[in-house]
């Protein structure tokens, strides 16, 4: 399977993300919205992150759950330090989707978030310099 996301912008998701903060308070389902930002804007790093490698560099990357480990470990093994800084924000929103997606309790819910949206954020506009 090759990807094509010409017609879908990955880093969408986190502009929903961002959306998905902004409402929660009026949405009723507080955590659910924050849950689910902090999910997306994992996605839109992983993906745009994935992207980079696959289209642009030629590498291959599973299409298998190894994938969100594998395109985080490329980049840590790199010597580059703004990759090896993607590597390190990708593994960071993994662990922060992990508790959003599995934990049935979590603390501070909100400020991680703020801080995947944030971590998100650097890793698509890294990733565009690059």
Known sequence: MMWSFDEFSLADY???ARHLIEYSDASGYEEACLRSAISRAYYAALNTARNLLHDRWGITVPETPEIHS??????LDEDDMAQKE?????????????KADYNDVITKVSSLAARSIADAQIVVDRVSTL
Request: hydrophobic share 50%; aromatic share 14%.
């Open 14 to 16: 986190l502009t929903v």
């Open 86 to 98: 993607i590597g390190v924000l990708l593994d960071r929103l993994r662990d922060r989707r992990r």
């Open 70 to 75: 594998f395109v985080p470990r490329w980049f």
